[in-house]
């Protein structure tokens, strides 16, 4: 295709995002009224709205200046277009190496009740070997999810929630928390909910994270476990096993 054309509608598209009131320039995200994708700044109008109608043309056009080796014309016509990725964010959730040494700190231990929880990939592996009797839902669907799920399921707590200025990565303020209290909890702070926090207690409960490997080893996953439990391999460094 002539350099004229591309250049013509490089200039058109960069003018209907102008006057869509979506000003781009090169390395920046054309804004508008819809939604924030991940790792993009901005928006994009409706497609057979505005300028988009004609973005499936342009992109055509910067393929075919690559293949006759335009390769010039194909970047300043894909400049009109470029956006800038975000930056990163500070991470939010810890690692699942953090959350080991976390429960295994705790021993496990719900640290609002006292009450023994257990590695959920644990149950995962009962539920292999054992799908009528303690059924697992991958969505948690509470008719067809064994109890001990919702009940025992180790999981990690903000003491001070994120919303109230916690920090989300401070293992002094991340504990073990059963479900139910996780649950009850919320985004609370403990005198809201009437809750304290226990002192770390001794003990040698594990929540069975000890013998996931044994475990694992004498499940069949291939033919009755389902595929998104993972193998002790991956496990073993975290969870301390």
Same mark, same amino acid.
């Given at each position: 295709?002539?350099?004229?054309?591309?250049?013509?509608?490089?200039?058109?598209?960069?003018?209907?995002?102008?006057?869509?009131?979506?000003?781009?320039?090169?390395?920046?995200?054309?804004?508008?009224? @819809?939604? =924030?994708?991940?790792?993009?700044?901005?928006?994009?109008?409706?497609?057979?709205?505005?300028?988009?109608?004609?973005?499936?043309? %342009?992109?055509? $056009?910067?393929? $075919?200046?690559?293949?006759?080796?335009?390769?010039?014309?194909?970047?300043?016509?894909? =400049?009109?277009?470029?956006?800038?990725?975000?930056?990163?964010?500070?991470?939010?959730?810890?690692? $699942? +190496?953090?959350?080991?040494?976390?429960?295994?700190?705790?021993?496990? %231990?719900?640290?609002?009740?006292?009450? +023994?929880? !257990?590695?959920?990939?644990?149950?995962?592996? %009962?539920?292999?070997?054992?799908?009528?009797?303690?059924?697992? #839902?991958?969505?948690? &669907?509470?008719?067809?999810?064994?109890? *001990?799920?919702?009940? /025992?399921?180790?999981?990690?707590? #903000?003491?001070?929630?994120? @919303? #109230?200025?916690?920090?989300?990565?401070?293992?002094?303020? !991340?504990?073990? *928390?059963?479900?139910?209290?996780?649950?009850? +909890?919320?985004?609370?702070?403990? =005198? =809201?909910?009437?809750?304290? /926090?226990?002192?770390?207690?001794? @003990?040698?409960?594990?929540? /069975? *994270?000890?013998?996931?490997?044994? %475990?694992?080893?004498?499940?069949?996953?291939? &033919?009755?476990?389902?595929?998104?439990?993972?193998?002790?391999? /991956?496990?073993?460094? +975290?969870?301390?096993?």
């Amino acid at each position: 295709m002539p350099t004229a054309g591309l250049s013509r509608r490089r200039r058109w598209f960069a003018g209907a995002w102008q006057r869509e009131g979506l000003h781009v320039t090169p390395s920046t995200t054309p804004t508008g009224p @819809s939604h =924030d994708s991940p790792g993009h700044t901005g928006s994009h109008t409706p497609p057979g709205v505005g300028p988009s109608t004609a973005l499936p043309d %342009l992109l055509h $056009e910067i393929a $075919e200046a690559l293949i006759e080796a335009r390769v010039a014309d194909a970047r300043r016509a894909m =400049d009109s277009i470029a956006f800038e990725r975000r930056g990163s964010t500070r991470r939010r959730a810890p690692r $699942e +190496k953090d959350l080991a040494a976390i429960y295994d700190r705790d021993r496990y %231990l719900c640290r609002y009740c006292g009450v +023994k929880t !257990i590695l959920t990939p644990v149950m995962r592996l %009962l539920s292999a070997n054992f799908p009528a009797q303690f059924p697992f #839902h991958p969505n948690w &669907k509470t008719t067809d999810t064994h109890p *001990a799920y919702w009940s /025992l399921s180790a999981t990690h707590d #903000h003491v001070v929630p994120l @919303s #109230h200025g916690g920090d989300p990565l401070d293992a002094g303020n !991340i504990v073990t *928390a059963c479900w139910p209290c996780n649950s009850r +909890k919320s985004g609370l702070l403990l =005198d =809201d909910v009437g809750f304290v /926090l226990r002192g770390r207690e001794e @003990s040698r409960w594990r929540g /069975l *994270a000890d013998l996931y490997p044994s %475990l694992w080893v004498s499940t069949d996953t291939t &033919k009755s476990g389902p595929t998104d439990i993972r193998s002790p391999d /991956l496990w073993t460094s +975290k969870f301390r096993m």
